[in-house]
């Protein structure tokens, strides 16, 4: 049964008058019901207006995964007050950023996290309180929830404002808090459902093996509790935890890298699991090659799928399901898939205009679930959303049966002697080099071709490095001439964002700095 639901306090509201002692969450040990998870986040309502938060302010949390995320998610959007999540990888400095940027007045921040924050309230002007929470019952923010009364005001809440904010990777500059509204968040939800009918099924559980920060983990579980099925929890999602939690809670959905999938197959012990209980495994982060894909089929007994999307997007705005998510699928695999529901998506030349199928452009997405803009950014807000619809900067094309194909990011496309060169598809081809660890392709400056494409490659241990002959030998059978990187730089490893991305900018940045200069 799906509940009627407007604001994103309602699915924990409606829930908990429904169906009361039904789990919702289940943490470490601990079980959660829908009246628990209501009582506590009114409480954390009434607290986050006691310490004079109005609508519209901000209250930060950093912390890893645990069920008092979903204290403090529908604890705001009782209060319309607006979450800012903080990823819990970040360093000092990029946590204050954002908690500076995002103008919160409370933070919420995990024990073993106290260091990255220490001082922050007696230096940011708008910081006004920071509370301290483990998993203990007598933790400072379980006190203070626990101590406000549990009836909160019914809010006037306008489904169109911010309930939630999330910061950008910041792989091309500073992190841009990316506003999403109440709506855009229970829409996302319904999208979920609508390939994920299992979950109305009784007894049905999802497994939070990503980050609560991020918009897919996030959303995933707000789909579970909508429909009054579990959300399970875990703080660190190892591929042993995983192959134990699986079998031993009964999941039925969950994401999951294929190098976790790769990983979790190579257990001693995996053969002795029972995984019948699981439906579908979701395929986090990048795509999975058709042979590990084969394997994982033949002993998860399980669908397969994946997505695109972003954070902009409200999570995804495709799906590759497992009708079409599987080893004999073909070129199909590479796809993202066709649309999910109450989405519109095209591929626009530089001008803005449609291209036909098959021909490269930048994606844009319409959709019910777009976001309300970058916080503070009215400039990269216009930039980004235009008559409706979002410009990603991804770079892709759709084929004649309208599934997805993600080609790069625009901004790392090289324009090499007038051809438009993306190097997305060269690394997927060095990957499959028996001395390529991993591999990054930028452009830099060529007075005769304006751009030429330079190769940086973390070469496996204990396997000699080729030549750069060797090297354009390997691809020449494999690519046109000029996606050929004609140099190559071996380094140790690459420089990361907190969320794993490689920071091409930074491997530019040498290149075209002497050309400035």
């Known amino acids: 049964m799906t509940i009627n639901c407007r604001a994103l306090g309602d699915v924990v509201k409606l829930n908990a008058e429904r169906i009361p002692e039904n789990t919702a969450l289940h943490y470490l040990d601990k079980t959660i019901s829908f009246k628990e998870l209501d009582e506590r986040s009114d409480r954390v309502a009434v607290g986050l207006q006691a310490l004079g938060l109005q609508a519209g302010s901000r209250v930060a949390l950093l912390n890893k995964n645990s069920a008092t995320f979903f204290d403090v998610l529908f604890g705001a959007a009782k209060a319309n007050v607006v979450l800012v999540t903080v990823n819990f990888r970040l360093t000092r400095d990029e946590v204050r950023f954002i908690v500076e940027d995002s103008e919160a007045q409370v933070l919420i921040v995990g024990r073993e996290h106290l260091a990255t924050v220490e001082g922050l309230d007696t230096t940011l002007e708008t910081l006004s309180h920071i509370l301290v929470i483990d998993d203990t019952p007598d933790c400072e923010f379980a006190v203070w929830r626990d101590q406000q009364t549990k009836a909160s005001k019914n809010m006037d809440i306008d489904c169109e404002s911010a309930v939630v904010q999330m910061y950008t990777s910041g792989t091309t500059g500073l992190p841009k808090g990316v506003e999403l509204s109440h709506r855009a968040m229970v829409n996302a939800a319904l999208a979920g459902l609508d390939v994920w009918q299992f979950l109305h099924e ?17 959303n995933l579980c707000i789909a579970a509790l ?35 999938i790769h990983s979790m197959l190579r257990l001693p012990d995996i053969a002795d699991k029972d995984f019948s209980a699981l439906k579908v495994m979701l395929i986090a982060g990048s795509g999975i090659a058709a042979e590990l894909l084969r394997e994982a089929g033949e002993r998860f007994d399980c669908g397969f799928a994946l997505s695109y999307g972003s954070t902009e997007m409200c999570g995804g705005v495709t799906y590759l399901g497992p009708d079409l998510c599987r080893p004999d699928a073909g070129k199909r695999l590479e796809s993202a898939g066709p649309l999910l529901a109450n989405s519109e998506l095209k591929i626009v030349n530089d001008n803005g205009v449609e291209v036909v199928k098959g021909t490269i452009g930048e994606i844009i997405v319409r959709s019910n679930r777009l976001m309300n803009g970058y916080w503070h950014r009215p400039e990269a807000t216009n930039d980004a959303l235009r008559d409706g619809w979002f410009y990603s900067g991804d770079a892709g094309y759709l084929d004649e049966n309208g599934l997805l194909f993600v080609v790069d990011r625009i901004k790392d496309m090289v324009i090499s002697g007038g051809e438009n060169i993306y190097p997305v598809e060269i690394e997927q081809v060095l990957h499959s080099h028996p001395a390529v660890e991993d591999v990054a392709i930028v452009g830099i400056p060529d007075d005769k071709w304006g751009e030429s494409l330079l190769a940086f490659i973390v070469p496996k241990l204990g396997v000699e490095r080729p030549t750069t002959d060797a090297m354009i030998a ?42 400035i200069v």
């Open 202 to 218: 009784p007894d049905s559980a999802v497994l939070a093996t990503m980050p609560l920060f991020h918009i897919a983990a996030c």
């Open 474 to 515: 390997f691809l020449r059978p494999k690519l046109a001439g000029y996606k050929i990187p004609r140099r190559y730089e071996f380094i140790d490893a690459f420089p990361r964002n907190a969320m794993g991305k490689v920071l091409k900018r930074e491997l530019r940045r040498p290149y075209w700095d002497k050309k």
């Open 226 to 260: 909508f429909v009054g099925a579990r959300a399970d929890i875990i703080r660190d999602a190892t591929p042993e935890e995983l192959a134990d939690i699986l079998p031993a809670r009964g999941i039925n959905l969950v994401p999951i890298p294929a190098t976790v």
